[in-house]
């Protein structure tokens, strides 16, 4: 059986895509810095603890990270998957982000995505794994405000590629670029207020509807599937065309 790590795992895409793994035949390693998430993680998904790990893990610290692969394989036995989902925004003016601010999201979102691969890449390769980054079509275009978090997922999806060149052909690794996903029924219990979209959400977007986390997750098995092997380097825009389409006021 094979293994799979997903960091932010305890709400959002990560906890619907941990349900996907699961349901295809994956034992699934939660790394997550929110410790509520993760109790209501655990709570929710006791049916299937046996094929599940539970981690308390902040990807912005290395020694964090080392520990929780250590666990994983402790525990497993073996990597075959890397997603590097656990991620933040702080939206804030430019004259009022704060440098700690910066740090903190660039930290959580670029450089954790680093570390995570750094320090599970030699299981990875023992498995001919594979590595997903989730980044954003953020790295592409911007609302305003979103300076720290648009920086990391651009930087992420250049750290993509130098991923997939330098540890190939033993780890493949690509990227997922989400649009709208609608996570707002998703979160920890205290954040978790279903979102009241209108009409004109789903209708500005060419596909029709607003994201929804099972998309992403769909995505996800597919670029870990062996049978995909020759996909690596690339990112997939998953957002119901939105970055194909002029918009004109």
């Given at each position: 059986m094979k293994t799979?790590?997903?960091t932010g795992g305890g709400q959002g895409i990560g906890r619907v895509a941990t349900q996907y793994l699961l349901t295809?035949?994956?034992?699934?390693?939660?790394?997550?810095?929110?410790?509520?998430?993760?109790?209501?993680l655990r709570e929710a998904f006791k049916a299937s603890s046996a094929q599940l790990l539970f981690v308390s893990c902040d990807v912005s610290h290395e020694a964090n990270v080392r520990k929780a692969a250590e666990q994983t394989i402790s525990h497993f036995g073996q990597i075959d998957a890397l997603i590097n989902n656990a991620a933040m925004m702080i939206e804030r003016s430019l004259d009022k982000l704060t440098l700690e601010e910066w740090n903190r999201v660039i930290s959580t979102n670029l450089t954790g995505a680093f570390l995570c691969a750094k320090h599970t890449a030699t299981y990875l390769?023992?498995?001919?794994?594979?590595?997903?980054?989730?980044?954003?079509?953020?790295?592409?275009?911007s609302e305003p405000d979103?300076?720290?978090?648009?920086?990391?997922?651009?930087?992420?999806?250049?750290?993509?590629?130098?991923l997939a060149v330098s540890l190939g052909p033993d780890i493949r690794v690509?990227?997922?670029?989400?649009?709208?996903i609608d996570v707002?029924?998703?979160?920890?219990k205290a954040k978790a207020k279903p979102d009241d979209l209108r009409p004109e959400d789903h209708t500005q977007h060419p596909a029709g509807r607003v994201g929804q986390?099972?998309?992403?997750?769909?995505?996800?098995?597919?670029?870990i599937a062996p049978e995909n092997g020759f996909i690596t380097g690339q990112n997939f825009t998953?957002?119901?065309?939105?970055?194909?389409k002029m918009i004109y006021i």
């Open positions: 799979a790590i997903i295809h035949g994956y034992r699934v390693a939660i790394w997550e810095a929110d410790t509520d998430a993760l109790a209501e390769a023992a498995q001919k794994g594979t590595i997903i980054n989730m980044c954003s079509t953020r790295a592409f275009q979103t300076f720290a978090y648009s920086a990391s997922k651009g930087g992420l999806l250049a750290l993509t590629h130098s690509n990227a997922i670029s989400p649009g709208w707002s029924a998703l979160r920890k986390a099972d998309d992403i997750a769909r995505m996800i098995l597919f670029l998953v957002d119901g065309g939105m970055t194909s």
